[in-house]
T-cell receptor, first 109, second 113 residues
Framework: SQQGEEDPQALSIQEGENATMNCSYK?????LQWYRQNSGRGLVHLIL?????REKHSGRLRVTLDTSKKSSSLLITASRAADTASYFC?????????FGAGTRLTVKP | KAGVTQTPRYLIKTRGQQVTLSCSPI?????VSWYQQTPGQGLQFLFE???????NKGNFPGRFSGRQFSNSRSEMNVSTLELGDSALYLC????????????FGPGTRLLVL
């Protein structure tokens, strides 16, 4: 069964704009991870944020985690057409990893 | 290091048959996890193996089984295939101490007719 729920399910923006995706979950976690998937291929890891961390950055990506609200957000700044993909959050609790349904991001050139 | 490899990449089977999928993890990784991805159910966790032992199991029927060899390579088997088993099967590896990034293979796309 899935743990996380991404919001929105789909997002369409223009190149250069920022994209924000949210993830909510239900149980306690050790860490939360964000992944990207292009058209039915394997997943690519983006960022891992531990339960005792509140924010992490990696290039144009910024992830926040609010364990009191059981939610996380992924911000992609200055988006590019190549960022078009599905984005998934995954929560991990004691080696048990569960993925959300994903957000489909389309970046128009 | 070479990435996670999965074989075969594509497979067509008929209902009632069985299938075995293979996953070779990144060298040095001892944990291998399997996932099923379908448009309707999304990414669902099947099971995780660590040092040849199943460490976690998702909510799938007993027709889905797996194993891990001493070299950390893993196989998953689906017996008595059903149409609903058509999916992309992904495996992922990581060192295995927990709380780590998973590295995914390209997946095996299974079509059951």
């Amino acid at each position: 069964s899935q743990q996380g729920e991404e919001d929105p399910q789909a997002l369409s923006i223009q190149e250069g704009e920022n994209a924000t995706m949210n993830c909510s979950y239900k149980t306690s976690i050790n860490n939360l991870q964000w992944y990207r998937q292009n058209s039915g291929r394997g997943l690519v890891h983006l960022i891992l944020i531990r339960s005792n961390e509140r924010e992490k950055h990696s290039g144009r990506l910024r992830v926040t985690l609010d364990t009191s609200k059981k939610s996380s957000s992924l911000l992609i700044t200055a988006s590019r057409a190549a960022d078009t993909a599905s984005y998934f959050c995954a929560t991990e609790n004691n080696n048990d990893m569960r993925f959300g349904a994903g957000t489909r991001l389309t970046v128009k050139p | 290091k070479a990435g996670v490899t999965q074989t075969p990449r594509y497979l067509i089977k008929t209902r009632g048959q069985q299938v075995t999928l293979s996953c070779s993890p990144i060298s040095g990784h001892r944990s291998v996890s399997w996932y099923q991805q379908t448009p309707g159910q999304g990414l669902q966790f099947l099971f995780e193996y660590f040092s040849e032992t199943q460490r976690n199991k998702g909510n799938f029927p007993g027709r889905f089984s797996g194993r891990q060899f001493s070299n950390s390579r893993s196989e998953m088997n689906v017996s008595t295939l059903e149409l609903g088993d058509s999916a992309l099967y992904l495996c992922a590896s990581r060192p295995g101490q927990g709380w780590e990034t998973q590295y995914f293979g390209p997946g095996t796309r299974l079509l059951v007719l």
